[in-house]
């Protein structure tokens, strides 16, 4: 069926360092992808997405790419901060219902 | 000016209660959802509806009832209420396929 799958965290990182969460996915048809940031006892909010095929997301220096021959979405960012510590959940959506299937989050702690 | 908000943030109650969580969007957007966060932070859709039309309805017990007066409100009723019911509810709004979904700050029940 329909899943994302993201890597597991705890991910640990001292500041600046450089940080990739990996997301595959398994859809039927041609799914738009997405990354959201949810902060402690917020809601999430959409950090980046890409539509197509080879599309490249990115929003305050995070990235990811649009892989359909890995069905690939990885997170990457050059230069963590603290502020960064967060989870992060990969999701992929679509079809007529605009249905949005997530990952299990990843959870990242950025140290000083 | 909050774009979607729910009510109550947080709500506290003892088995076997009724109680509702509220939803407003002020995005003028067409769909609305709600998705159960639990304590792993898995993110699970519960209901969507597209201009108060039900257009998804996962499998969820039927002591959950969602009502949609109009297409900027989605309102969840929950029946006697159950302590497997305890998690976080999010709220999201969206415009379409490939804008992804503004989320709610979310309501934290606890069902004692």
């Known amino acids: 069926g329909n899943s994302v799958t993201q890597m597991e965290g705890p991910v640990t990182l001292s500041e600046e360092a450089f940080l990739t969460i990996n997301c595959t996915y398994t859809?039927?048809?041609?799914?738009?992808l997405f990354w959201y940031v949810q902060y402690p006892g917020e809601g999430l909010q959409l950090l980046l997405k890409?539509?197509?095929?080879?599309d490249k997301g990115s929003n305050k220096g995070f990235e990811a790419t649009y892989r359909k021959e890995t069905t690939s979405f990885h997170l990457e960012k050059g230069s963590v901060q603290v502020s960064d510590s967060a989870v992060y959940f990969c999701?992929?959506?679509?079809?007529?219902?605009?249905?949005?299937?997530f990952g299990t989050g990843t959870l990242l702690a950025v140290q000083p | 000016d909050t774009a979607v908000s729910q009510t109550p943030k947080y709500l506290v109650t003892q088995m076997g209660n009724d109680k509702s969580i509220k939803c407003e969007q002020n995005?003028?957007?067409?769909?609305m959802y709600w998705y159960k966060q639990d304590s792993k932070k898995f993110l699970k859709i519960m209901f969507s509806?597209?201009?108060?039309?039900?257009?998804i309805n996962e499998t969820v017990p039927n002591r959950f009832s969602p009502k949609s007066p109009d297409k900027a409100h989605l309102n969840l009723h929950i029946n006697s209420l159950e302590l497997g019911d305890s998690a976080v509810y999010f709220c999201?709004?969206?415009?379409?396929?490939?804008?992804?979904?503004?989320f709610g700050s979310g309501t934290r029940l606890t069902v004692v």
């Open positions: 999701a992929w959506g679509g079809g007529a219902t605009n249905k949005l299937i």
């Open positions: 859809a039927t048809g041609y799914p738009s």
């Open positions: 890409a539509t197509k095929a080879d």
């Open positions: 995005l003028g957007h067409d769909t």
């Open positions: 509806y597209n201009n108060k039309e039900l257009i």
């Open positions: 999201a709004s969206s415009p379409g396929n490939n804008y992804g979904y503004t």
